[in-house]
């Protein structure tokens, strides 16, 4: 069977329900290896580190009062 990523399927009218799973779960498990990469990506992981940072030093700091 052809592979048409990202394309539409043009399937023949006599096509089985097998083939059209089988394309569809193909697809949808490329999209998911692609996902996967992005997703273990070094900038991607250190968002949440590079927020707390940001976060820790724009906050306003306490002022001393009068005494």
């Known amino acids: ?9 043009i399937l023949p009218e006599n096509c089985s329900w097998d083939l059209v799973t089988a394309a569809v779960l193909m697809d949808l498990r490329d999209e998911l290896q692609q996902l996967n990469r992005l997703l273990h990506c070094t900038h991607f992981v250190a968002v949440p580190t590079t927020l707390r940072t940001i976060a820790r030093n724009t906050t306003k700091r306490k002022r001393k009062g009068a005494r």
């Open 1 to 9: 069977m052809a592979r048409h990523k990202n394309e539409d399927w």
